[in-house]
């Protein structure tokens, strides 16, 4: 594989798919879309089950086991594509929001009960996890490395979220909406930066690049706000995202109670 064009259509990357003009991405619910998506759905409800009949000490392994199995397909993909596509490394700077749930997962599976990254995993790592299921990069097609990679990795953010929603240990509160939008506005001023000076996208704020749903919210706001409007619509979006699952989380949460007191 010393040359480009000797590597095989599963190991293509999207940045030469783009530069090279191909077209074998997938379509958005298409029918391996939803196969991934109920292979996911699937899991979450069987991994819930288990994990919250499983004892503290079952339980603490599950998460290490989940935790070093995310960790390691990020920097595996980081790895392979500096081998593979070194002109494209550059792209792959662990500077995404899902690169650093993959960092805070260590984190919490090692040094549990933080009640910060408790509430970043319900309202920033949960959230993101879904998303990249629900509206994944499309320029692959589905035989493809990252294209596994992509849906294996996400995945295992929900299954990893529904461990801690399942014991209790990352609940809604609303001083979590603000603790979470901070911590996003915290990465997200710093990495614009690094955007423009390096001509990248890293959080996909100058460039939607293949994601349907970011590219549907730039193409609603650049042609009249430009890019900083796209960013404030970004931020808007993730706020109501924030409240959506605070109340969500609120009615779970009441309504659990009240079993509890029924029984």
């Known amino acids: 594989m010393s040359t480009i064009e000797n590597i095989p259509q599963f190991w293509w990357l999207k940045h030469y798919i783009r530069d090279n003009g191909y077209n074998v991405g997938h379509s958005l619910f298409s029918l391996g879309h939803i196969i991934w998506l109920a292979?996911?759905?699937?899991?979450?409800?069987?991994?819930?089950?288990?994990y919250k009949k499983a004892s503290k000490n079952q339980q603490n392994l599950y998460r290490k086991i989940c935790a070093m199995i995310v960790f390691a397909l990020e920097y595996v993909k980081i790895i392979l594509i500096s081998f593979m596509f070194p002109q494209y490394i550059g792209s792959y700077v662990p500077l995404q929001l899902c690169t650093f749930s993959g960092i805070f997962i260590i984190v919490d599976a090692l040094w549990p009960n933080n009640k910060t990254v408790n509430t970043l995993w319900l309202y920033v790592f949960l959230p993101c996890g879904l998303l990249g299921i629900v509206s994944p990069s499309i320029s692959y097609p589905w035989l493809n490395f990252f294209s596994i990679?992509?849906?294996?990795?996400?995945?295992?953010?929900?299954?990893?979220?529904?461990?801690k929603i399942a014991i209790g240990e990352s609940r809604a509160t609303y001083k979590g909406v603000w603790v979470s939008s901070l911590f996003t506005l915290s990465l997200i001023i710093p990495i614009y930066y690094i955007d423009i000076i390096f001509d990248k996208s890293y959080m996909l704020l100058t460039n939607p690049s293949d994601f349907p749903l970011a590219k549907l919210l730039w193409d609603i706001s650049t042609p009249i706000l430009g890019n900083y409007g796209y960013i404030a619509l970004l931020l808007f979006v993730g706020l109501i995202l924030f409240h959506i699952i605070y109340f969500i989380g609120k009615v779970f949460q009441r309504k659990k109670e009240r079993i509890k007191k029924c029984d």
Not at 39 to 50: F, G
Request: proline letters at 0%; a positive charge.
């Open 39 to 50: 292979i996911i759905i699937l899991t979450c409800i069987l991994v819930a089950k288990r």
């Open 149 to 163: 990679h992509e849906f294996l990795f996400h995945g295992l953010l929900v299954v990893y979220g529904i461990f």
